[in-house]
């Protein structure tokens, strides 16, 4: 076993697919815990940090709600950090408005309330949020695009939780935040600022959370161009997993080279 002062895990794909936990995956977390300190790191925003944590424990796996950090979370506490309390229209599920309220962020209008039929111009200065942030939304609609398009055109900054195209489940993938996000950029001509791995914004919450250096932390992950690229640009060690999105073949095929490569977290004590 890599011996670290700290994980770093992700969870879709390297603890829960879809509904279904990894085999093996309780055990080898809580055997981790013994040695190290865990933290949970993941770029979907669809639950609080408290959801996930209750989550975690039903599933077997020890955890608090100050374990975990979410996109959405990051995604609230950057915009109260860097602008104070805001007014927030989101796309994105109940973590996402849970973790926005909880940082002081109003949300606008009134979660998901149309604001009229013209274009942005034909709405009146406080009438517009002042950024859209997007998640992962699985009851996403043309209304909710044209709401956040309105905004947006009138003047609201566009704020990603994250950009990843697929989310892995029991029996295959999902449309990721990415395909909405990347809808909202269309529409607009704006491009998103991204909270989510492999950004600064995510990283720099995980690292400021845990209080020491990345090179005492191991990252594990499924995602090269998320997970491994955010550990290696911060010089942390990090693991792949192959039972998320990538494949060995994608693994041979990417300049993006983890430090280890393994078929799931319940073979990390082999390291």
Request: aromatic letters at 6%; a negative charge.
């Amino acid at each position: 076993m890599i011996m670290m002062e700290a994980y770093i895990l992700d969870l879709d794909g390297v603890i829960f697919r879809g509904s279904e936990v990894i085999a093996g995956a309780p055990d080898a977390v809580n055997r981790l815990r013994k040695s190290a300190r865990v933290v949970f790191l993941t770029n979907n925003s669809t639950q609080s940090r408290d959801a996930v944590s209750a989550r975690l424990n039903a599933s077997g796996i020890r955890c608090r709600g100050s374990d975990v950090i979410t996109a959405g979370y990051a995604a609230a506490v950057y915009i109260r950090k860097r602008y104070g309390a805001q007014k927030i229209y989101p796309i994105g599920e109940a973590g996402l408005i849970h973790e926005l309220k909880a940082e002081g962020h109003e949300i606008y209008p009134g979660g998901h309330e149309d604001l009229g039929e013209g274009s942005g111009e034909d709405m009146g200065k406080d009438a517009v949020a002042d950024f859209v942030v997007v998640g992962l939304d699985r009851d996403f609609t043309y209304k909710k695009l044209r709401i956040g398009l309105q905004n947006i055109l009138a003047g609201a900054g566009l704020i990603a939780t994250n950009t990843d195209p697929l989310l892995p489940v029991e029996h295959g993938f999902l449309p990721g935040a990415g395909a909405i996000v990347r809808a909202l950029e269309t529409a607009s001509g704006r491009s998103a600022f991204v909270i989510g791995k492999p950004n600064p914004p995510m990283m720099d919450a995980v690292i400021d959370h845990l209080g020491l250096p990345a090179h005492e932390c191991t990252l594990v992950g499924d995602r090269l161009e998320t997970d491994i690229l955010a550990g290696s640009r911060y010089g942390m060690k990090t693991v792949l997993v192959l039972s998320g999105v990538e494949t060995a073949e994608s693994v041979r095929q990417s300049r993006i080279k983890p430090d280890a490569v393994i078929r799931s977290i319940a073979e990390l004590r082999e390291l």
